[in-house]
């Protein structure tokens, strides 16, 4: 599978960004998909996960939590994340990636997931 990731731009502190993660190939529905954060210096961080038919893992860090929501529409092949009263310290390169055999444990680590889109800058100002 191939994943694009899209949205990102640059905000104001409070404001809200859609991003969106096209993917292309078969069976989208069946992958796990992750979305982390890099932000300079920093390591890839977990920000959130939900996964594929069959399981119902959808869960967002803490650090996000009750601000950042995910979804997905696999008849688009899309996964989406809707990230509202942003912070300067979400600024970020934003990932998404896919997976098929995660266990659940193991899907907040990023190199657990085989694939990966290529990031899409979120930069929030003060």
């Known amino acids: 599978v191939q994943l694009q990731a899209s949205g990102g731009g640059l905000v104001q502190a409070g404001g809200s960004l859609r991003l969106s993660c096209t993917a292309s190939?078969?069976?989208?529905?069946?992958?796990?998909i992750g979305w982390f954060r890099q932000a300079p210096g920093k390591e890839r961080e977990f920000v959130g996960v939900?996964?594929?038919?069959?399981?119902?893992?959808?869960k967002v860090a803490e650090s996000v939590m009750g601000r950042f929501t995910i979804s997905r529409d696999n008849a688009k092949n899309t996964a989406s994340l809707q990230m509202n009263s942003l912070k300067p310290e979400d600024t970020a390169v934003y990932y998404c990636?896919?997976?098929?055999?995660?266990?659940?444990?193991?899907?907040?680590?990023?190199?657990?997931?085989?694939?990966w889109g290529q990031g899409t800058q979120v930069t929030v100002s003060s």
């Open positions: 990636a896919a997976d098929r055999n995660l266990i659940t444990g193991l899907m907040a680590i990023p190199n657990e997931y085989d694939y």
């Open positions: 939900i996964s594929g038919l069959g399981r119902s893992t959808k």
């Open positions: 190939g078969r069976s989208f529905s069946s992958y796990t």
